[in-house]
């Protein structure tokens, strides 16, 4: 196994070609099910069988996409509303707390917020039934509203966590400077902190765009009704009906992907910031 | 696509990385300014995390197991756990959670390393920053995404064992492969009698075929394929952080290329396992989504996880106590993994 990368003779065979062999063939692995979902979508019903899953399909056809987006689109849309909202609400918050524990620290601030922090850890399972309850008193359970909350509430901590990182890592100097030329609290963060912070934004956005997303536990717990659901319960509801073709389910989990793809290949670098600052998995 | 950033907070290993050496000395009332803007998240943290989670606590103490709200308190307190623990789904769903975690665990930080030092091998190749991105990429999709494409690939009829017929595996053999995947109900390596011998008690509480569930392995294989890039990135940006003088030094002492790694980067990448492996058992712990879409309870509930059991008998059953007791448990679970993290963590900080 041991490469001799000796720098004075050269091989004739290089490690280094076994190892590229075996990134080419991981490539086919991690497209496998990306393959699947998009040539059993482009099938059309007739031609769309099991015993052809691999086969590429003899005429494309996009009336497995259209009938998925007839029946998906209400719940793009609601996932669009509330993904937009929720992850500009809690950027906002998280960076007005990120600015606060990282530069306005007071005693027991970081204990305060390692307490914070806590809440992005706990298994959303042991919150679930008070969650519910409470939105049903303050009439917002089934509502997109109640779920835009609800995402909002549990974005804090990591939104908190990533920006606390970022500001850290703004020198003191420069809020000396600013608090010498008369600024405050505010306007320290609104007219120096907020210019510098465009990249953080970026990077928290992306993020909690792509978890609030691809969330499913919230989604099916706090809104029963099918046409308010997000995209993800809705993709689920349809691939578990049997009078739906297969071709119309691979076509919808594309439409459903589709978003947090297009931002993760528009974007990935600040993806990949994201996910090391804040690295959990919903 | 882009390049994995060099400068990044997880070559310590530490989400508290943000270090504050000094805070400027302010004034009393800014402090208080700060405090006061901070207490509206500080509150609703408070509720939604802690005082739900008490709530949950006490409603695992009651007698409510149906739509009709009953508060009383159980006698003895804690017998909604007893139950629980008596329930053989639920010692279904603990066996599953182990041996998912292990499985999983192990194969998304080896596949995960393997990556990240194959592609740190060959950094120098044209497109490697492709590749990266496409092991990465599941990463990015939802698990009802995914678990509706495993689904597929992983049932009898199709997917994986078209391969045996297309690639003529079944000629060489000389019958048809057909491995049941997610729907085999088999229990291989069953403990249960061996444990008896050794604690005869066991037999009086264990209700399970403890052993490891077949139909577990494909959900493992799913849940590798989208978080193994997760690692691979992880492991990437701790390598970037390693300055090449060193991997240079390394060399001058005779060190081959395998040696460097192994002897070399590998331990200075250990605090990046730790994290990594605390954040995939706090993934596997709670999985739910992925098993909920792609297999659902399974055979015998071969596939059964804690967030299953929760989900359906808080909404489906409505048995509001023992669904709590379970959360509560769930929650157990991963605060002990979590808490020595987060306390860990900010003690560095100071």
Same mark, same amino acid.
């Given at each position: 196994m041991a490469p001799q990368t000796n720098l004075r003779h050269k091989r004739r065979f290089h490690l280094g070609d076994l190892t590229w062999i075996i990134l080419v063939l991981a490539i086919l692995f991690y497209l496998m099910p990306i393959y699947v979902m998009v040539i059993n979508g482009l099938k059309d019903a007739q031609e769309v069988s099991l015993s052809t899953m691999w086969n590429l399909p003899?005429? /494309?056809?996009?009336? =497995? !996409? @259209?009938?998925?987006? @007839?029946?998906?689109?209400?719940? #793009?849309?609601?996932? /669009?509303? #509330? %993904? $937009?909202?929720?992850?500009?609400?809690?950027?906002f918050l998280g960076a007005v707390n990120g600015y606060l524990l990282s530069k306005w620290k007071f005693p027991g601030s970081d204990l305060l917020f390692t307490f914070m922090l806590f809440g992005f850890f706990i298994p959303y399972q042991s919150i679930l039934f008070p969650l519910v309850r409470f939105l049903q008193e303050i009439d917002l359970y089934g509502k997109t509203p109640g779920l835009i909350l609800v995402h909002v509430i549990y974005g804090i901590p990591v939104t908190t966590l990533i920006f606390r990182n970022f500001y850290a890592n703004i020198p003191n100097e420069l809020l000396e400077a600013a608090r010498v030329d008369?600024?405050? /609290? %505010?306007?320290?963060?609104?007219? %120096?902190?907020?210019?510098?912070?465009?990249?953080? !934004?970026? $990077? $928290?956005g992306i993020f909690q765009f792509t978890n609030i997303w691809n969330d499913f536990l919230f989604g099916v717990t706090v809104v029963p009704n099918p046409s308010a659901q997000p995209v993800t319960i809705a993709l689920n509801n349809l691939s578990g009906t049997f009078s739906v073709d297969w071709n119309v389910v691979m076509s919808g989990a594309v439409v459903a992907a589709l978003p947090t793809a297009i931002v993760?290949? %528009? #974007? =990935?670098? !600040? !993806? $990949?910031q994201g996910l090391l600052a804040g690295s959990v998995k919903g | 696509m882009t390049a994995i950033p060099q400068n990044t907070q997880a070559a310590s290993g530490s989400l508290l990385e943000a270090d504050i050496r000094r805070t400027p000395p302010f004034r009393f009332s800014e402090r208080w300014q700060s405090f006061t803007v901070l207490l509206p998240s500080f509150i609703a943290i408070a509720v939604f995390v802690y005082a739900f989670i008490s709530y949950t606590f006490y409603v695992s103490l009651t007698n409510w197991r149906t739509l009709k709200r009953d508060m009383t308190l159980r006698d003895p307190l804690l017998q909604n756990y007893e139950d629980l623990f008596d329930n053989t789904r639920w010692q279904y769903d603990l066996r599953n959670t182990v041996i998912f975690t292990v499985i999983f665990i192990l194969a998304a930080i080896l596949v995960g390393l393997g990556l990240a030092m194959l592609i740190d091998y060959n950094r120098e190749r044209f497109a490697i920053s492709f590749f990266r991105n496409v092991y990465l990429f599941p990463y990015a999709l939802s698990f009802v995404v995914t678990g509706v494409a495993w689904r597929w690939i992983f049932n009898p009829e199709t997917g994986i064992n078209l391969f045996f017929k297309l690639f003529g595996i079944n000629d060489l053999v000389g019958h048809e492969l057909k491995p049941g995947w997610t729907t085999d109900p088999d229990i291989w390596w069953s403990v249960n009698d061996s444990l008896e011998k050794l604690w005869p008690a066991s037999g009086d509480f264990l209700k399970a075929n403890i052993g490891l569930p077949i139909a577990l392995i494909p959900v493992a294989i799913a849940a590798t394929w989208q978080l193994s890039g997760f690692v691979m990135a992880m492991y990437l940006g701790g390598m970037s952080t390693i300055s090449t003088d060193i991997r240079e030094a390394a060399r001058m002492d005779g060190c081959n290329e395998w040696q460097v790694y192994w002897h070399v980067i590998l331990p200075l990448l250990r605090p990046i396992t730790v994290s990594t492996v605390i954040i995939l058992l706090h993934v596997s712990l709670k999985i739910f989504d992925l098993v909920f879409t792609m297999t659902g309870v399974g055979p015998g509930f071969a596939t059964d996880m804690p967030a299953i059991f929760v989900f359906e008998q808080m909404f489906k059953a409505t048995k509001y106590n023992l669904a709590s007791a379970a959360s509560i448990v769930m929650l157990i679970m991963a605060a002990i993994v979590i808490i020595p993290y987060l306390i860990h963590s900010l003690r560095k900080e100071e």
């Open positions: 003899k005429s /494309l056809s996009a009336g =497995g !996409f @259209e009938q998925a987006w @007839e029946r998906l689109s209400p719940n #793009m849309y609601n996932s /669009l509303r #509330m %993904v $937009v909202i929720a992850t500009i609400l809690s950027s008369g600024a405050g /609290l %505010v306007s320290i963060f609104t007219h %120096v902190m907020i210019p510098l912070s465009i990249p953080a !934004f970026v $990077v $928290v993760y290949i %528009v #974007m =990935g670098r !600040f !993806f $990949v | -």
